[in-house]
């Protein structure tokens, strides 16, 4: 049964039985070959404040009360994943939805490049950047969209969704700084850097005595 949890991001997968009519030749090919390892087709909606909001070709996004709005007609409800908590206002839900929507459009739909779920993880990651200021979403399972990040690894379908980087735009300039633990990453990050950097002028001390010694022998 579906989360009525409004304080939450609720991720809404259903499994799709067969390949949708018009889906490319190639991806439908990936569908046989990969499911036989586990790696099935989804489709996905997101559900925040109690609004669903699903991604599609033609429409772009949607924004319903009814969660049977935009579910193709070969998707059998699988089950609701709780991605967080958001404690936006709807204003700021719908602005993030909205900065979302420069990418994610009717024409810019793509079965492997930009789908339904790579919408639901890009707006679950910029309201959880908007709302926490955390850099990641760590909750999205990976299992949803991996036909599709697979297919593209193989086949070269033009431009890819980048959530990372879609979803910090999405969410704007009301992202806080970084927290602590990210400052101490990438000081973490730094120290190692010159550390490696301090390891190899060593390295080239010690090989620089070594000619000497050499040449000394000579």
Request: hydrophobic letters at 30%; glycine letters at 8%.
């Amino acid at each position: 049964m579906q989360s009525t949890d409004d304080d939450q991001i609720i991720l809404n997968v259903y499994e799709l039985s067969t390949a949708s009519e018009g889906e490319a030749a190639n991806y439908a090919f990936f569908q046989r070959m990969l499911s036989n390892v586990g790696m099935n087709t989804y489709h996905t909606s997101l559900k925040v404040n109690g609004f669903f909001y699903i991604f599609g070709a033609g429409a772009g996004i949607c924004k319903t009360r009814n969660s049977n709005i935009g579910v193709p007609d070969n998707a059998t409800f699988k089950e609701s994943i709780t991605l967080g908590p958001c404690n936006l206002r709807q204003d700021a839900i719908n602005e993030v939805m909205n900065r979302l929507g420069e990418h994610f459009h009717g024409s810019s739909y793509h079965l492997a490049n930009r789908n339904c779920n790579h919408f639901t993880e890009t707006f679950a990651t910029a309201l959880t950047m908007r709302d926490s200021g955390a850099l990641k979403l760590t909750t999205y399972p990976g299992w949803v969209n991996r036909l599709a990040k697979t297919s593209t690894t193989f086949v070269n379908h033009g431009d890819v969704c980048d959530v990372q980087k879609e979803a910090q735009h999405a969410a704007g300039d009301k992202i806080p700084n970084r927290s602590d633990e990210e400052q101490k990453e990438a000081s973490s990050s730094t120290s190692s850097s010159k550390g490696k950097q301090e390891k190899r002028q060593l390295t080239e001390k010690q090989k620089a005595i070594l000619a000497k010694l050499k040449k000394g022998k000579s």
